[in-house]
T-cell receptor, first 112, second 110 residues
Framework: EDQVTQSPEALRLQEGESSSLNCSYT??????LFWYRQDPGKGPEFLFT???AGEEKEKERLKATLTKKESFLHITAPKPEDSATYLC?????????????FGKGTKLSVKP | SQTIHQWPATLVQPVGSPLSLECTVE??????LYWYRQAAGRGLQLLFYSVGIGQISSEVPQNLSASRPQDRQFILSSKKLLLSDSGFYLC?????????FGPGTRLTVL
């Protein structure tokens, strides 16, 4: 069964304290690994798509990387405005068209 | 640019009442459309998706239904709400691989 697991469930950082969020996946024939940011009471906001092992993408203080079994979202020198829940999702060749398998998310809190 | 709208933003309904949530997309044509539910402590659950007008696929058996009367309009309905229908409902559209989400509707069934 296709599955996406995110860790940790919650992460508290001090402003400027860099860290990484983990997304482990078992998705048959991965067609894409997606990262989203979700603020409380709002819809997820798209961040990155990764397609193949070794691929990296960056946006401001965020960098997403992909291996054959997991993806990492690295946060460099975070600021309080980076506080949010970060969602990871995988899409495989099997299953319904366009079906994303979501993890439960990592809730990030950055204290000033 | 593309935008996606959902309404209402919040809704409180009694058990047994009907439901209609609407989603519209602007700035794109023939998008794939999706309905998700997000419950506390759980990941996003795909409920329905549509690849075109009148074409609906259901992912989870439940008392909800979906319709796509126009290319860029997606409606989620129920004839009789259950307590377990409470949650955050998200509509999304995709072009190629990436899905883009709307602002969501918070539904509370009492």
């Amino acid at each position: 069964e296709d599955q996406v697991t995110q860790s940790p469930e919650a992460l508290r950082l001090q402003e400027g304290e860099s860290s990484s969020l983990n997304c482990s996946y078992t998705v048959s024939g991965l067609r894409g690994l997606f990262w989203y940011r979700q603020d409380p009471g709002k819809g997820p906001e798209f961040l990155f798509t990764l397609y193949s092992a070794g691929e990296e993408k960056e946006k401001e203080r965020l960098k997403a990387t992909l291996t054959k079994k997991e993806s990492f979202l690295h946060i460099t020198a975070p600021k309080p405005e980076d506080s949010a829940t970060y969602l990871c999702a995988g899409r495989g060749y099997g299953g319904s068209q366009g079906n994303l398998i979501f993890g439960k998310g990592t809730k990030l809190s950055v204290k000033p | 640019s593309q935008t996606i709208h959902q309404w209402p933003a919040t809704l409180v309904q009694p058990v047994g009442s009907p439901l209609s949530l609407e989603c519209t997309v602007e700035g794109t044509s023939n998008p794939n459309l999706y309905w998700y539910r997000q419950a506390a402590g759980r990941g996003l659950q795909l409920l329905f998706y549509s690849v075109g007008i009148g074409q609906i696929s259901s992912e989870v058996p439940q008392n909800l239904s979906a319709s796509r009367p126009q290319d860029r309009q997606f409606i989620l309905s129920s004839k009789k709400l259950l307590l377990s229908d409470s949650g955050f409902y998200l509509c999304a559209w995709s072009s190629r691989d990436t899905q883009y989400f709307g602002p969501g509707t918070r539904l509370t069934v009492l």
